[in-house]
């Protein structure tokens, strides 16, 4: 069976710092991966979503990128973190094509002080 | 551009009392919608998607095209239901989500 993996679950980090957050799915090939974020008191925002190795949607501007080094392996990082990336951030996964499911991983609180 | 609306953002009922959570969409093509529901410290997971035209642990939710309308309903509410639900429109390969309504189902 599929399984996606998300870590840190918790991290706080200073202002001015890098971050990187790993998501990895298990049991299927050529996902479409998925960042979201959920900043406080609002819904789900997408970030980036990706539909192959090294290609990369972005949905809004921001302070954040995402790669795809592996077919399985969706990574979110900045170089340099703002108060306002504070947020859960969440990843997902579907297969290919139009009117999937996504399946989400169990997000990752990242606080910027 | 699509848009997924949820005007409540909390809604408290009693248990056995029926529940409604709103949501409207705009959307130019065929809209594809979703319900995903996230319980306390529980990973955010499907409820159910319009096409199955299903009920799951009670709910339903019909589209209405006319009214751009996908409202999720349960005649009788339980303390279980208690979680953050959230209304989501499907076009091409991404999700776009409403803002998420609250439900508190109180003894």
């Known amino acids: 069976s599929q399984t996606i993996h998300q870590w840190p679950a918790t991290l706080v980090q200073p202002v001015g710092s890098p971050l990187s957050l790993e998501c990895t799915v298990e049991?299927?090939?050529?996902?479409?991966l998925y960042w979201y974020r959920q900043a406080a008191g609002r819904g789900l925002q997408l970030l980036f979503y990706?539909?192959?190795?090294?290609?990369i949607s972005s949905e809004v501007p921001q302070n954040l990128s995402a790669s795809r080094p592996q077919d399985r392996q969706f990574i979110l990082s900045s170089k340099k973190l703002l108060l306002s990336d504070s947020g859960f951030y969440l990843c997902?996964?579907?297969?290919?094509?139009?009117?999937?499911?996504?399946?989400f991983g169990a997000g990752t609180r990242l606080s910027v002080l | 551009a699509q848009r997924v609306t949820q005007p409540e953002k909390l809604l408290s009922v009693f248990k056995g009392a029926p529940v409604e959570l709103k949501c409207n969409y705009s959307?130019?093509?065929?809209?594809?919608l979703f319900w995903y529901v996230q319980y306390s410290r529980q990973r955010l997971q499907l409820l159910l998607r319009h096409i199955s035209r299903e009920s799951i642990k009670g709910f339903t939710a019909d589209l209405n095209k006319g009214e751009t309308s996908f409202h999720l309903k349960k005649p009788f509410a339980q303390e279980e239901d208690s979680a953050m639900y959230y209304c989501?429109?499907?076009?091409?390969?991404?999700?776009?989500f409403g803002g998420g309504t609250r439900l508190m189902v109180k003894p």
């Open positions: 990706s539909v192959g190795i090294g290609q």
């Open positions: 997902a996964w579907s297969l290919t094509g139009p009117k999937n499911i996504q399946y």
């Open positions: 959307y130019s093509g065929s809209p594809e």
């Open positions: 049991g299927t090939s050529n996902p479409n």
């Open positions: 989501a429109l499907e076009a091409g390969n991404m999700l776009t």
